[in-house]
């Protein structure tokens, strides 16, 4: 605690009036700091510019009290002016924390898990998508991360899914508006159906993120009703804060992106079949390259893909000026992707202006705008479409050089390439020049709220806010290419807005009754939900290379959706609290939503929670707990939330389209529906325990859940005679149970030295199809390729996978049993119909985090491990399949005998397989139809990696003390350091297909998983 401008008074017993401002040790003020004469119920509480006025006797002792820092008695000794610069308290382990509806609460109140995330944690990481930040940082979430490459989604998963149709995304909110986290990886594993356009919270800035909350349970999140089916994660961003110097803090940061892991490929034979030299040949079965011919083989993943380069420039402007507090910020990011000709730039501007409206701060004025352009050019294309450069060069034959085509095109503008086939391949350096994308989003995110506070036991809140945005896209392919000679132009845009408009008031009181103490807040809102698509579909030029929708052959198809909806609703909740240490919360929520029918578009939520503070308890009821027990918490928790129906599915109506001769045809949909439906009901309960100990250097939150998610929305198939594919019905009981495990430790502390702070976060979530409906077994989350299908079945897990597999012996009394059976050949057999193969979720997952601090410098790294679960490879197939895997060249390609194996006797027996075959009959075997056979490339998912390591250094205020610098540091971070174990051969277990689906357990040729090198400096004056 330091003293500055004191000013002495020489009166010694009488009252005088003492003011002045509370700052932390950085020069930030504290709002809402407690002054207190201590032994009296005399107070102040600092405002908006951390000051303070109070009257006391000149004798008086002051008692100043922060959450989050050491409290401290001051003696006044007759000054009038006292400015106080207090410390924080590290240990305290962010004791307020935000919770549903923006509400700042004691975490030791609360009766549920969540975890609260400081911004600079996450922006150690250097990703320029946040939701990549979040990945081993929080017990319980999962971030499923596509595989296509700059600009690609990210997926978060709380506590598994609770939804067979829904996303199963929790609910973002940012400074209390939800967002639309949209998510634009395209469920298509033949890549025809367009890119991935990213996920809405890759928009943000990270820069302008103050902290982030996630609530997991569904009592934390049960205040926002049917919109929190899946958790929340709130997101509070800057505001104004009286800092030391002007204010001004620019950020510059530089990112190198390079390959991380890639297919492992044979560098032995080349081009051709059968051991025979083909220049058409798109597989690699060819001779051995250097014997008798003059072939090599060339690295074309290196050799097509460039090093990414990415820049991250902003500015920023925090200061308070009397009663206001001002917030801008400024930030450009160009990003340069390892694929050619790929690139994409965003542009964030931020403005924020928080202030009192009178004198006493009884009105409290917040208004914020956050604009936001992202311009992408060549989103990439995934899976087998020949359009998709990834594919070709994994698949180029060995002994081609990918070099020897970068001119990709002749001197009469048409495509060159060695291919020249019925149905070619493109030339990647072709595709990425001319098969071009683009797509432009404006977003803009705002947010106005108006606080009254007459006294400090009662306040009332009104609050508007806005996601609205607009994305422009168009498709073109030049002239000149092997599918369309022509060209093609197609264009596509989507509006989409939501609007809120809420209040929120609330009345707190301790010490109402003894010592029982009580809040209650009642408020409501209003949302408006809007989303229009306007889409063209690609047809032929007229003139060569002029792209206007006026220059096609022929009239485009079209389509034009508009979907709308409402939702109104009312919610309360009320506390009790004894004397500090007891809690009980109990919530209620009614929404009123547009999708569902009149009887049944009213639904209500309540929850339940207590709380009870042991180490608070005990003192006070004359006992004690252990000394090295320095906290104690139990919680438990009751609550239900849902998810409601997507707009325009109660009722069947009539499309109207044209016919291939021009004339009017009305249809209906593939799905009957139905009015009865209900929205979705999810019953969750939650115990919790949270322990520090030894002066709270060793920290435990442990949390026991079980939510069991019935009333599922879904579509049952129907026989198509009926006129419809399917019906949408309510039935079904997902079940999802887990445990989680955070755990943080101080290990070494010396203000003066070496800090060691660790923390480490483990999950296990067990989900279990409790039922579906009548009649039905198994629901398909993915059925579109007939080697490998995804569901969710009826005693089984969500998110099973099935697929063809070996005939095996089945006897179990038979020396054989289990061995793989072939035929006559000596190649395996493999089965007509689907076998259990796995489960796509992981059986637990941890993340360790270890910072080191000494004298400015700082080091962080995080292990990330995710342990079971599977994955099906569709990469590693096809690359079996045409010869260049690794795998293919074993011994030189020579006959061999498939080990393990056993075929038929003819007297229903069988013999040991002693029969040799050729490798390319053996791979020819195991890659049938699009991606081969299941069993064979399904590989377990599990991986453990260094996430991340930062190193940096904070300059010392002494060293800049004569500068007008008030801050300055440099740093640098790698992401995706070291795979420290993985068991699919050159692929990231994380490289899934696409996150706009609920079958995440596939991958296929996409572009291979980045490393990345950051370097950044920040300069605070």
């Known amino acids: 605690m330091l003293l500055s401008g004191m000013t002495l008074n020489a009166q010694t017993g009488g009252k005088i009036t003492v003011s002045g401002i509370v700052t932390d040790a950085t020069g930030e003020t504290l709002i809402g700091a407690s002054v207190v004469q201590k032994g009296t119920t005399n107070a102040s509480m600092t405002g908006l510019d951390g000051d303070y006025k109070l009257t006391v006797p000149s004798d008086a002792t002051l008692v100043v009290t922060y959450v989050g820092f050491n409290p401290q008695e001051i003696q006044v000794n007759g000054r009038t002016k006292i400015d106080i610069i207090v410390s924080e308290n590290t240990k305290l382990l962010d004791e307020v924390v935000v919770t549903a509806l923006g509400i700042k609460r004691d975490k030791k109140a609360l009766g549920y898990a969540m975890q609260e995330l400081k911004g600079d944690a996450l922006l150690e990481t250097g990703e320029s998508n946040i939701v990549n930040s979040l990945s081993g940082k929080v017990a319980g979430l999962q971030i499923v991360r596509s595989s296509n490459g700059m600009g690609g989604s990210s997926k978060i998963l709380l506590r598994g899914n609770n939804s067979l149709t829904g996303n199963n995304q929790p609910l973002i909110v940012i400074d209390g508006i939800p967002m639309d986290n949209f998510t634009g990886g395209v469920d298509d594993p033949f890549g025809m159906n367009g890119m991935d356009m990213g996920n809405g919270l890759s928009d943000i800035n990270p820069d302008d993120i103050e902290s982030m909350s996630v609530l997991k349970g569904a009592s934390a999140a049960a205040l926002y009703g049917s919109r929190a089916g899946n958790g929340v994660v709130l997101i509070t961003t800057k505001s104004g804060k009286k800092t030391q110097g002007v204010g001004i803090t620019v950020t510059s940061g530089l990112t190198a992106e390079t390959i991380f892991m890639k297919p492992e490929m044979q560098n032995s034979f080349g081009q051709g079949t059968r051991g025979v030299f083909d220049s058409q040949d798109r597989n690699s079965w060819g001779p051995q390259v250097g014997v008798d011919n003059d072939l090599s083989t060339y690295d074309n993943i290196d050799a097509f893909f460039n090093t990414g380069l990415a820049f991250n420039n902003g500015v920023s402007f925090q200061q308070q000026v009397n009663k206001t507090s001002i917030f801008t910020s400024i930030n450009r990011l160009d990003d340069k992707g390892m694929t050619p000709e790929s690139k994409q730039n965003r542009t964030s501007i931020t403005m924020r202006l928080t202030s009192a409206l009178d004198d006493s701060d009884k009105w409290i004025l917040d208004a914020k705008a956050n604009y936001i352009n992202t311009n992408t050019n060549n989103r990439p294309i995934q899976g087998v479409n020949p359009a998709n450069p990834f594919n070709t060069i994994y698949t180029l034959p060995r002994s081609i050089n990918i070099r020897d085509w970068e001119q990709a095109v002749d001197a009469n503008g048409n495509m060159i390439w060695y291919d020249e086939g019925k149905s070619p391949q493109e030339n990647p350096y072709w595709a990425t020049r001319y098969r071009r994308n683009q797509d432009n989003r404006y977003r803009l995110l705002g947010t106005v709220s108006l606080k009254y506070k007459p006294t400090d036991w009662f306040d009332i809140e009104i609050k508007g806010g806005t996601d609205y945005y607009t994305t422009n896209a168009n498709e073109k392919v030049f002239t000149g290419g092997p599918t369309k000679p022509r060209g093609t132009y197609g264009e596509n845009s989507e509006t989409f807005y939501e609007n809120n408009y809420s209040f929120l008031s609330s009345v707190h009181k301790d010490n109402v009754i003894d010592r029982l103490g009580g809040s209650f807040s009642f408020g409501g809102n209003l949302m408006i939900q809007n989303r229009k698509k306007l889409v063209v579909s690609p047809e032929e030029l007229l003139v060569p290379n002029v792209f206007t929708l ?241 569901y969710a079945e009826v005693g089984g897990a969500y998110g099973v996978m099935y697929g063809t597999k070996y005939q095996r012996v089945e006897d179990e009394s038979s020396p054989y049993f289990g061995q793989i059976i072939t035929d006559q050949q000596g190649l395996p057999l493999t089965t007509n119909t689907q076998g259990y193969l796995g489960n796509q979720s992981p059986d637990w997952m941890l993340g360790i985090t270890n910072n080191f601090e000494y004298k400015g410098f700082n080091v962080s790294f995080l292990v990330d491990m995710r342990v079971g679960g599977k994955i099906f490879s569709g990469t590693t197939a096809i690359l079996h399949a045409n010869g260049n895997a690794k795998g293919t060249a074993v011994n030189g390609r020579e006959d061999f005998v498939v080990p393990n194996t056993v075929t038929s006797d003819g007297k229903g027996g069988y013999v040991e397989n002693t029969t040799p075959v050729s490798p390319q009959d053996y791979w020819g075997r195991l890659t049938p139809g699009n991606f081969g056979l299941g069993e064979a490339f399904t590989y377990d998912a599990t991986n453990i990696r260094l996430r991340n390591l930062t190193l940096g250094y904070s300059f010392n205020k002494n060293f800049l003390k004569n500068t007008p610098i008030q801050k300055l540091r440099v740093s640098a971070t790698c992401n995706n350091v070291w795979m420290i174990h993985s068991n699919i051969p050159g692929i990231d277990p994380e490289s899934v297909a696409s996150t706009n689906t609920n079958a995440v357990g596939f991958e296929n040729l996409a572009s291979p998983t980045t490393r990345s090198y950051m370097f950044n400096l920040v300069v605070g004056f």
């Open 550 to 790: 006026t220059n096609l052959i022929k009239l485009p198809k079209s389509s034009n959706t508009i979907v709308q909806r409402k939702l109104n609703s009312f919610y309360g909740m009320f506390q009790l609290n004894w004397d500090g240490y007891l809690f009980l919360d109990v919530t209620g929520r009614n929404d009123w939503s547009s999708t569902m029918s009149k009887e049944n578009r009213s639904y209500f939520y309540p929850s339940f929670s207590f709380s009870g503070v042991i180490s608070d308890m005990l003192p006070k009821l004359g006992s004690s707990l252990p000394e090295f027990i320095s906290f104690a918490k139990v919680r438990a928790s009751y609550a239900e939330v849902g998810n409601d129906l997507d707009p325009y599915q109660l009722y069947n109506n009539f499309q109207v389209n044209l016919d291939p001769n021009g004339n009017p045809i009305a249809n209906t949909n593939n799905v009957l529906y139905n009015d009865n439906l209900r929205s979705e009901l999810i019953k969750s309960y939650e115990v919790g325990l949270d322990l520090r100990f030894f002066n709270n250097r060793l920290g435990l939150d442990a949390s026991w859940y079980k939510m069991n998610s019935t009333r599922q929305l879904l579509n049952i198939a129907l026989d198509p005679f009926s006129g419809y594919a399917s019906k949408k019905i309510n039935a079904g009981d997902i079940q999802n149970e887990g445990f989680e495990l955070t755990l943080n430790g101080t290990i070494l502390q010396n203000q003066k030295g070496l800090n060691w702070d660790a923390t480490a976060n483990f999950s296990t979530n067990k989900s279990k199809i409790k039922s579906l409906t009548d009649g039905v077994t198994q629901y398909s989350l993915a059925d579109r390729f007939s080697e490998m299908r995804i």
